[in-house]
Every structure is written in structure tokens, then in C-alpha cells.
T-cell receptor, first 115, second 113 residues
Framework: EPEVTQTPSHQVTQMGQEVILRCVPISNHLYFYWYRQILGQKVEFLVSFYNNEISEKSEIFDDQFSVERPDGSNFTLKIRSTKLEDSAMYFC?????????????FGPGTRLLVL | QKEVEQNSGPLSVPEGAIASLNCTYSDRVSQSFFWYRQYSGKSPELIMSIYSNGDKEDGRFTAQLNKASQYVSLLIRDSQPSDSATYLCAVGSGYSSASKIIFGSGTRLSIRP
């Protein structure tokens, strides 16, 4: 069964460093998302992406964050200068159609720890 | 601020019994509703989706939606120890172009043998 994959599974970085989290969405999906979950808290929407541009972003997704689809398979989230509060699980998701009724499938996540 | 509310639990249910999980949402125009299961340290795994008022059954799971009351529920029949997890209610905005999902904080379910 097709699935969303994410690398790395764990990332430890120093505050102020740049990190890039990578995702390979399900192959026939067209819509891509990043969510994050701080330990013990809700899953929070960060950004959605379609046709090589951002569709919507949350207040969390400030200038330190960017997303890119560098090739036909990868979808990346870059954090330019990490802060301690960026420590969280980051989930990539994808869906086949951008309709209200389309299910989003989640990857296994990248656990980011900022020291 | 659009909200999805769930009782955090823990909800303890004996093995073989029915577990009932509830959720309310604030955005009246929401169109899509999901139940995800999340094991500790893992990603959300889709259990059920529901879009119309009424019941939807899939194996041991039944989702119920009442848009007038802005209420979604999940019933798990013949509960198994492997059902012990956090269950996330999630709501799709439905009218924006982004189709983002808003999650509740989850209900921890514990099935006792």
C-alpha cells in the first residue's frame, strides 16, 4: 500500500542552525501539507502546498519556515534558524484531490530536537 | 478561532465492551470529519472519515455525525487491548482552498484485559 515517507526520523540540531525535513508524498497525490505536534499537545497545521505554491499557512509558519518541491517526488520543510520552541514532531501529509472531502495521509514524522 | 473539543480521558473500557468517543466542533460550515488513531510517538493513522449526517460503519468502528449539534462520535465494538491509543477527532474546513485539518487534543483510550 502506498505511503508517505519522511526523513530523517530524528534530527538533533543546535539553536540557530538550519534544518531541512524531507518528505516523499504518495505518488499520485497533488496536495501536500506539513503539521507539527509539540510533545503532549495537539497536532497543528503549518502549511499546505499545491502546484508549486503555498495554498494556506498558519500563524506558526513565519518567515523562518519555507517549503519547496525541488523535484517530482520530494517535498521539503526548511527552518532557517531554529529556536528551542521548534522542538516537535513534524508530520508531512498528502491528499489526492483538494476538496473538502479528501483524506490526508500522514507520514511517520520527524522528531526534531533543538538544543 | 475554530475549535475541536474532546474529553482528554483517560477512558478505561474492559476488553470486549463498546468504547464511545465524542467530539464537538465550533465551525458550523465544516464539511469533513475524521477520526485518527495515534499510538505514543507515532503519526496519526486514519480510522474513519464521515461527511454526511448519520452513521457510517467499518468493521468494529462506527462514526456518527450530527451537523445540527456539531457533534461527531466514534464507537468501537468488541474493544481489544490493541485499541489502546489516543483517538484524534479532526475536522476539515471545507470551504477554503487549503482543506487544512483542525485536530482536537485527543482522547486517551485504555482497554483493560
Amino acid at each position: 500500500e502506498p505511503e508517505v515517507t519522511q526523513t530523517p526520523s530524528h534530527q538533533v540540531t543546535q539553536m540557530g542552525q538550519e534544518v531541512i525535513l524531507r518528505c516523499v508524498p504518495i505518488s499520485n497525490h497533488l496536495y501536500f501539507y506539513w503539521y507539527r505536534q509539540i510533545l503532549g499537545q495537539k497536532v497543528e497545521f503549518l502549511v499546505s502546498f499545491y502546484n508549486n505554491e503555498i495554498s494556506e499557512k498558519s500563524e506558526i509558519f513565519d518567515d523562518q519556515f519555507s517549503v519547496e518541491r525541488p523535484d517530482g517526488s520530494n517535498f521539503t520543510l526548511k527552518i532557517r534558524s531554529t529556536k528551542l520552541e521548534d522542538s516537535a514532531m513534524y508530520f508531512c501529509a498528502s491528499s489526492e484531490e483538494r476538496t473538502a472531502q479528501e483524506t490526508q495521509y500522514f507520514g511517520p514524522g520527524t522528531r526534531l530536537l533543538v538544543l | 478561532q475554530k475549535e475541536v473539543e474532546q474529553n482528554s480521558g483517560p477512558l478505561s473500557v474492559p476488553e470486549g465492551a463498546i468504547a464511545s468517543l465524542n467530539c464537538t466542533y465550533s465551525d458550523r460550515v465544516s464539511q469533513s470529519f475524521f477520526w485518527y488513531r495515534q499510538y505514543s510517538g507515532k503519526s496519526p493513522e486514519l480510522i474513519m472519515s464521515i461527511y454526511s449526517n448519520g452513521d457510517k460503519e467499518d468493521g468494529r468502528f462506527t462514526a456518527q455525525l450530527n451537523k445540527a449539534s456539531q457533534y461527531v462520535s466514534l464507537l468501537i465494538r468488541d474493544s481489544q487491548p490493541s485499541d489502546s491509543a489516543t483517538y484524534l477527532c479532526a475536522v476539515g474546513s471545507g470551504y477554503s482552498s487549503a482543506s487544512k485539518i483542525i485536530f482536537g487534543s485527543g482522547t486517551r483510550l485504555s482497554i483493560r484485559p
